[in-house]
């Protein structure tokens, strides 16, 4: 992962993306300036999606965790309730476990980008995207995990 860190005001990130918000009248702007040196791990993270990729498949095949504590991370503790009473939280992982699929994400954003993440391990289908907008509201943290999370259980797609 080359094209991942901590990132900081200052630093100078070669073909970094600039940050759009959409405002109240729907009309696309500069985000507003987010201080990356307060967030730490917590929102200062960038990255791209072949990087994200890239840590998936080190999660994975136990290359970064043991199969033990990447276990415990994908155990539901609790629910995720800003993401719906039907997802649960591990450590660090939002979880969706039924009948059908099971599927692990997490999803970040601060001023002006967003990113998604995306597990099916069942079905060996991992999604990654990320995005240099956000609206006013964070309905789509849980619009597109929905959207995912129906057409993936839709297209009766197992692992070959």
């Known amino acids: 992962m080359v094209n991942s860190g901590g990132d900081y005001p200052n630093r100078i990130l070669m073909q970094r993306a600039e940050g759009y918000e959409v405002n109240a009248d729907g009309k696309v702007e500069n985000a507003d ?18 990087d ?6 080190a999660f ?14 994908m155990t539901p503790y609790t ?17 969706v476990q039924n009948d ?3 599927m692990i994400f997490h999803t970040g954003g601060v001023l002006g980008f967003q990113s998604m993440f ?3 391990p069942e079905r060996g289908i991992v ?7 956000t609206k006013l ?23 070959r």
């Open 33 to 50: 300036f987010d201080n990356m040196l307060i967030k730490r791990g917590a929102g200062n993270m960038y990255s791209t999606v072949e």
């Open 52 to 57: 994200l990729y890239i840590l998936e498949k």
């Open 60 to 73: 994975s095949s136990n290359l970064l965790l043991t199969e033990e504590t990447l276990g415990k991370m």
């Open 79 to 95: 629910t995720d309730i800003d993401m719906g009473m039907d997802v649960k939280y591990g450590y660090g992982l939002d979880i």
């Open 100 to 102: 059908s699929i099971n």
């Open 118 to 120: 995306y597990v099916f």
């Open 127 to 133: 999604i990654t995207a990320c995005a240099n907008t």
């Open 137 to 159: 509201n964070r309905d789509w943290r849980t619009d597109f995990q929905k959207l995912v999370y129906n057409t993936i259980s839709k297209t009766g797609y197992n692992k």
